[in-house]
């Protein structure tokens, strides 16, 4: 006996049930995510209340013991959330996206969230700093300074940079320079042209640290490095993560053009020497100088343009290699040897000392006076 095979041509509700349920999968998936969003905050109240209830306490941070009991008193009136940063105007959807993103930040890393919240719920003054850019409280999940640092490394690091803020006076300076920058020192080329060194905070080339100098001829930005002060150990280091000019066509002409005028005194050499006698002034050991495998920005930007050769500047300099592929200076210089220098570029080592020196000096008392 022979089979014939009639083929199936599914019919109008078969092809309907093929289109929904990939439509049903995806609805399900979004009112799932909404339901986490929603009972989360109500299933992390219920347990620090039976926290509460038993008596239960975890150690207190470091910098928690170290807040003093003045401005423990001035509480934020109002907890700090992931959700509390500003943010720009969005449509719904795009508003519960991001509600949703940060929601899962906090559930694939409750611990360090936790820890996290609580240092900026210390006080207003530190309530204040977390919100006065958008991007502050979401820090510790995005790629810092360097490749090799994890979420655990990045928490140390900057809730210790703002702990030294707070404790050194400098948070009213770094509020209103995550605002605007502000000027810190003035100087004169030998041609007579006016440069400038700026302040900006947190939100500038925020990857790469908290704190950001800016040099400018006139109105031309000419280079700008971002550092960090955090703890290490039982001291204190500085973190450099970005070295970076102006990336405009004529950068390099205006960049060889401030080299004559500063008695060859090379702007990228200056900001380094700037953050070297911050660090100094507020006792910090060491600066550490991300390299070029562990940068977060890589080397190849935007358009394939090629980024500064970081590890060549920092050997220059006489920085010595760790073992986790980055370098390091101390922050004190040593005074540069004239008399070992021809006869004929003394003059000019003279002049470029004493330059350097006046602007340290400047920018060091802007910082550091500033927080005594």
């Known amino acids: 006996m022979s089979f014939i095979t009639v083929p199936h041509t599914p019919g109008p509700y078969g092809l309907l049930l093929d289109i929904q349920e990939p439509l049903l999968a995806c609805l399900s998936l979004l009112l799932l995510a909404v339901a986490c969003y929603l009972l989360v905050p109500g299933v992390a109240r219920c347990v620090q209340l039976v926290r509460a209830s038993t008596g239960a306490a ?59 919240l609580d240092f900026w719920n210390l006080t207003a003054t530190h309530a204040a700093l977390a919100v006065a850019t958008p991007r502050l409280l979401h820090k510790i999940y995005r790629p810092y300074q360097s490749l090799r640092l994890r979420r655990p490394q990045r928490l140390e690091i900057l809730t210790s940079h703002y702990d030294f803020v707070i404790r050194r006076g400098l948070a009213p300076l770094v509020l209103q320079a995550s605002q605007q920058q502000i000027p810190i020192g003035q100087f004169q080329g030998k041609s007579g042209q006016d440069y400038e060194v700026r302040l900006a905070a947190i939100n500038s080339l925020d990857h790469e640290g908290e704190l950001a100098l800016h040099l400018y001829r006139g109105q031309d930005h000419l280079f700008s490095t971002a550092f960090t002060l955090c703890r290490q150990g039982s001291g204190w280091i500085v973190r450099i993560g970005c070295l970076q000019g102006s990336g405009g066509a004529d950068s390099r002409e205006q960049i060889r053009r401030a080299t004559r005028d500063l008695f060859g005194l090379r702007p990228k050499a200056l900001m380094i020497r700037m953050v070297r006698a911050i660090g100094a002034g507020h006792g910090c050991s060491r600066v550490l100088l991300v390299s070029n495998g562990n940068r977060v920005a890589g080397r190849r930007g935007k358009g394939g343009r090629v980024h500064a050769d970081y590890d060549a ?48 000096q400047q920018v060091r008392g802007a910082l550091v006076r500033t927080g005594t």
């Open 58 to 116: 975890r150690p207190s941070p470091a910098w928690n013991a170290a807040v003093p009991a003045r401005l423990r008193a001035a509480r934020p009136s109002a907890p700090l959330s992931l959700l509390s940063a500003p943010d720009q105007p969005r449509a719904p959807l795009s508003r519960l996206a991001r509600q949703i993103k940060l929601r899962a930040r906090g559930l694939l890393a409750p611990r360090q969230t936790r820890q996290w």
């Open 313 to 360: 500047f920092w050997q220059e300099l006489g920085a010595a290699r760790r073992s986790d592929g980055d370098y390091e200076l101390p922050c004190e210089e040593t005074a540069p040897d004239l008399q070992s220098l021809p006869s004929r570029k003394r003059a000019e080592a003279r002049q470029r000392l004493a330059l350097t020196q006046a602007v340290t």
